[in-house]
């Protein structure tokens, strides 16, 4: 994570000490879950510190990747009133052998943020709406570390620092129905961020912003389920061009797409329809080739709300060219 060096007293240095938490935001929120669905189901808890009550490691793990896309979506909204750019690459995500080590870097990153939150010298009495946010977030933040610590405690103590994470099987990720959920997991991941850049882009109209907004947001859940479908099927989520280290942990800088160029409305809403009307081809594919049974229920949900997103889609560019003077 780059720092912040000297006092923070001009709209230059408080957007880009705004993008290098954005930045750092848009990878947690991604790693975190990587992790989670990469673990075991139902067999680690620990003492919630905040909660006060034993909880399941994995569901915290994936409540706190959720917390880090809301964060995501404040930095950008504010980075967009204030005249500036969102960034929408990414620090590295790892996802290490040993859920152990996945904890430990969890626990290491959400410290290294609350630094930068709590310590840019942001000069008194200078933009304090945005030195109240970042303060805000950077108590979210304490939070996470509070409840990672307990995390890796619980795993220690209970033996399981050994415990190794669960492996992709290349013989089930060959079968056609697991090739098209990796596939279409690929697709709900860039469409969730596409969505959420027009949410940033258009969020001083709120009508268009919580539409998309939605739409965003059925993508990350269906990710989200998707993941545990394949955990179910017996392999584990691709990390998106990952290079294998050392020491056999998998790296990503790219595990989402990270071009998104500044677009008007219509152009907005015209890359998002034929992205959708893939995703509704891949999910028709994937249930031609299923059983039925509650994956097939699941997927066949997933799909009737695909349909939805295509409806609104089509409705909203057909709005948008009926009214005369609307970017």
């Not at 890359?271 to 249930?287: C, G, N, Q, S």
Request: proline content about 4%; glycine content about 6%; overall charge negative.
């Amino acid at each position: 994570m780059k720092k912040i060096s000297g006092p923070i007293e001009d709209q230059k240095t408080v957007l880009e000490l705004m993008n290098v938490a954005l930045e750092h935001e848009w990878a947690v929120s991604l790693e975190y879950l990587i992790h989670a669905y990469s673990m075991a189901k139902g067999k680690h808890f620990y003492e919630d510190p905040v909660m006060q009550q034993r909880t399941d490691v994995r569901a915290q793990t994936i409540q706190i990747g959720i917390d880090e896309m809301y964060h995501s979506l404040q930095l950008g909204i504010v980075i967009t009133q204030m005249g500036g750019e969102p960034s929408f690459r990414t620090d590295e995500v790892i996802r290490f052998p040993r859920v152990i080590d996945n904890l430990k870097r969890d626990k290491r990153t959400e410290d290294l943020v609350t630094d930068l939150y709590q310590n840019s010298a942001i000069k008194e009495g200078f933009f304090p709406e945005v030195r109240n946010m970042v303060l805000n977030i950077s108590y979210d933040e304490v939070r996470h570390s509070r409840q990672f610590r307990a995390m890796i405690e619980a795993v220690e103590n209970s033996g399981g620092a050994d415990e190794r994470l669960i492996q992709a099987d290349p013989g089930i990720d060959g079968r056609d129905d697991v090739r098209l959920v990796h596939e279409i997991m690929m697709l709900e991941n860039d469409l969730m961020h596409r969505y959420l850049r027009s949410t940033i882009l258009f969020s001083g109209h709120q009508d268009l912003s919580q539409r998309l907004f939605k739409n965003s947001i059925d993508h990350m859940r269906h990710w989200d389920k998707n993941a545990g479908a394949l955990v179910r099927l017996g392999t584990v989520m691709r990390l998106e061009n990952a290079e294998r280290g050392a020491k056999g942990e998998e790296v990503s800088r790219t595990p989402m797409p990270a071009d998104y160029p500044k677009l008007d409305r219509r152009p907005a809403l015209e890359i998002l329809l034929p992205a959708e009307r893939a995703l509704v081809a891949k999910y028709e594919a994937l249930l031609a080739c299923v059983p039925p049974g509650d994956l097939h229920a699941q997927w066949r949900l997933h799909l009737a709300l695909k349909r939805e997103h295509v409806f609104t889609l089509e409705r909203l560019l057909e709005n948008a060219g009926r009214v005369t003077g609307l970017k």
